[in-house]
């Protein structure tokens, strides 16, 4: 437990020292916001601290050297959060190992802000439109002697009324300590800005650092650290618990803590959840209120292929 201790304590250092000048002021000063929502309920749940686990095909989003950890045919993740007002955000990846050539994988993230009222220079309704963001990214991972690696290629799109694009690359890398501690970190969305007509946005480029934990066998303590191009680091905190009820299904209590969201208010960034696992099925689901904005709610379903 020291050792995984001075380790992130050196990385809190060195995250901070390398990044001193990004800070709130920076806040508003990149685009394509969605990039920063997560995959999976499960990692959600926990404070949106999963770069040290990253142990299926949500591995895509949060530290693309997880996917290594995919084994047999693959694995299927599918999410739906219930966001403010009429805006739905959806997550579906795939991963799939090939023997000595390592994990290929696919995600697409899709945020969808409902049906708007379009008006003129005047105040005076003209229509509608459908704001939308998406990203694909493709996958790849190799485990390189005891370092596992990975990489994505990204696809950005933004539709207000005109639709920009930008494309970006994520870079992963995962070590094993021993067989309770596990560090991982990875580099995101590095790229092109995205254009619109005459406006141009930076991409959210992260630097995220994260450890895991096994407290005991069915018990797990994570931790991540981001250092954000667009405003303060921050820290996610979280914890799982998986109780076996039956032979063939097991269930999980998760909470965690992020500081990203302390200053909304209400909860202050507290993240709760839970799943149902049966065989190689599992329902996840997680709640994380953001003050006075409301109360989101995520549902994932995710399946492991023999």
Same mark, same amino acid.
């Given at each position: ?133 998406? !990203? @694909?990214?493709?996958?790849? %991972?190799?485990?390189?002697? +005891? *370092?596992?690696? &990975?990489?994505?290629?990204? #696809? ?64 797990? !303590? @994570?931790?991540?650290?981001? %250092?954000?191009?667009?405003? +303060? *680091?921050?820290? &996610?905190?979280?914890?799982? #618990? ?65």
């Amino acid at each position: 437990m020291k050792k995984i201790l001075a380790v992130l304590a050196c990385a809190v250092f060195c995250a901070n020292l390398g990044f001193a000048s990004f800070s709130s002021s920076d806040i508003g000063t990149s685009g394509a916001a969605f990039l920063k929502l997560g995959a999976g309920a499960r990692p959600t749940a926990m404070g949106d601290s999963f770069a040290g686990i990253s142990d299926d095909s949500t591995a895509i989003y949060w530290n693309p050297a997880g996917l290594n950890q995919v084994a047999g045919k693959g694995s299927l993740t599918l999410m739906h959060a219930i966001w403010f007002e009429d805006i739905s955000y959806d997550w579906v990846s795939y991963a799939r190992p090939y023997k000595n050539l390592g994990v290929f994988g696919i995600g697409v993230q899709y945020l969808s802000y409902g049906s708007l009222k379009k008006t003129d220079n005047t105040g005076l309704e003209v229509g509608d439109f459908s704001p939308t963001d998406m !990203a @694909v990214s493709l996958s790849y %991972a190799k485990k390189v002697k +005891d *370092i596992s690696l &990975g990489a994505n290629l990204k #696809y950005i799109s933004s539709k207000i009324t005109n639709t920009a694009t930008a494309y970006a690359v994520d870079l992963g890398a995962m070590k094993k300590i021993n067989n309770k501690i596990t560090l991982g970190a990875a580099a995101q969305n590095v790229g092109t800005k995205l254009k619109y007509v005459s406006e141009e946005d930076s991409l959210p480029m992260n630097i995220k650092i994260g450890g895991a934990y096994t407290v005991k066998k069915n018990w797990l !303590a @994570v931790l991540d650290i981001n %250092a954000p191009i667009d405003n +303060d *680091i921050n820290y &996610g905190i979280g914890t799982e #618990y998986v109780y076996k009820l039956k032979d063939k299904i097991d269930i999980s209590g998760r909470a965690g803590y992020n500081t990203r969201n302390s200053k909304t208010g209400g909860l202050n960034g507290i993240t709760v959840g839970f799943g149902v696992k049966y065989q190689d099925y599992c329902f996840d689901y997680a709640f994380v209120p953001y003050g006075d904005l409301g109360n989101t709610n995520r549902i994932s379903f995710s399946v492991q292929f023999k």
